[in-house]
């Protein structure tokens, strides 16, 4: 078995030494990209736990970003597919702060895997930094992956591992089937002649359901009492900062019926009901969901006006995104 499983792979490398060659090609380039990112404290990485598996089999595809907390940085989303490389789950982007109190790192892990046979190039992944007025582009490294087909002895026929096999009738086997069948059958008729006989017909109790609170009332009133209660003032920046954006996830879910408690800020911000906001008012919501992360889980400690300007961020969000008087009433009618 082995000696085919060789034969195989130099089959396939004498088929595929164009994406081979293409692979090395992409390394150079991007080998490059990495090198100038070091230089800047921004290092893109992308690992396989394998770089060969079987057909239908799943691999982890690591992606790792090492940046300059000063650089805003967009991670990627990815398509269910990478050419014929099919992505069966995509982790959460872990963020943990490292030594250097400058840079911010950043992982997420992909389970992928493929259904047909041969080499697939895995094209490097690009990030695009933003510090102020400049955009500076880094790429990953480009990987290989290789699927190999179980091989298969095609001097033996195919058969079954066992053959089928007759087992006798035993109606003591099923006796008790059948009593239980028939006295859950009596139940049931004795039941719907009790019910029928005495049973009384109950009236159907009226309720008035109370009026429901807006969703953007509720929002702004939970600001407002989040910034009377100054946590940012008392040193508390994560508390404030992850008050601010759960205010603001809830009041994007009961207005526009999206999951945004379970997604992370690129899903929401990019979802397509969002996209059709205003683009200063989507800019703002970034803003403020961004500094978010980053008070969480980065420990980021913002200055007094972020702080401020957070609070006004979120109070112009909401008061723009209220549902109108009109919209009001077509959900009450739907509720």
Not at 67 to 94: A, C, H, M, Y
Not at 272 to 300: G, H, V, W
Request: glycine share 4%; net charge positive; proline share 4%.
């Amino acid at each position: 078995m082995i000696c085919k499983m060789i034969k195989f792979v130099k089959e396939f490398s004498i088929k595929n030494c164009n994406a081979i060659a293409f692979l090395f090609l992409c390394s150079v380039i991007s080998f490059g990209g990495i090198q100038m990112a070091n230089g800047q404290s921004t290092e893109a990485k992308a690992t396989l736990d394998s770089n060969v598996i079987l057909i239908g089999r799943q691999v982890q595809f690591s992606i790792e970003l090492k940046q300059n907390k000063k650089n805003q940085i967009k991670w990627p989303l990815f398509p269910d597919t990478i050419g014929k490389i099919e992505i069966i789950s995509r982790g959460k982007i872990d963020t943990i702060a490292t030594g250097d109190a400058g840079v911010l790192y950043r992982k997420q892990k992909l389970t992928i895997t493929a259904f047909d046979s041969g080499y697939f190039v895995i094209p490097p992944i690009s990030f695009n930094a933003v510090n102020g007025v400049d955009t500076t582009s880094y790429k990953t490294n480009p990987l290989l992956l290789t699927v190999m087909i179980m091989p298969v002895d095609t001097t033996k026929a195919i058969h079954d591992i066992k053959d089928l096999a007759e087992i006798p009738f035993n109606w003591r086997d099923y006796i008790w089937y059948f009593i239980f069948g028939i006295a859950g059958i009596l139940l049931i008729l004795v039941g719907v002649y009790v019910y029928m006989r005495y049973g009384k017909k109950v009236k159907p109790e009226i309720f008035v359901s109370k009026p429901k609170i807006p969703a953007h009332e509720v929002a702004l009133t939970s600001l407002k009492l989040l910034d009377e209660e100054k946590h940012w003032q008392n040193g508390r920046y994560k508390y404030y900062h992850s008050s601010i954006s759960e205010i603001v996830r809830t009041f994007i879910e009961q207005r526009w019926e999206i999951h945004a408690m379970e997604q992370i800020t690129d899903e929401i911000v990019n979802h397509p009901k969002l996209l059709q906001l205003n683009p200063e008012t989507r800019r703002q919501l970034i803003d403020l969901l961004m500094l978010s992360d980053l008070a969480k889980f980065a420990k980021l400690q913002p200055l007094a006006n972020e702080n401020e300007q957070s609070m006004r961020d979120a109070i112009k969000f909401v008061t723009e995104c209220a549902l109108k008087p009109e919209e009001n009433k077509k959900e009450e009618v739907k509720a």
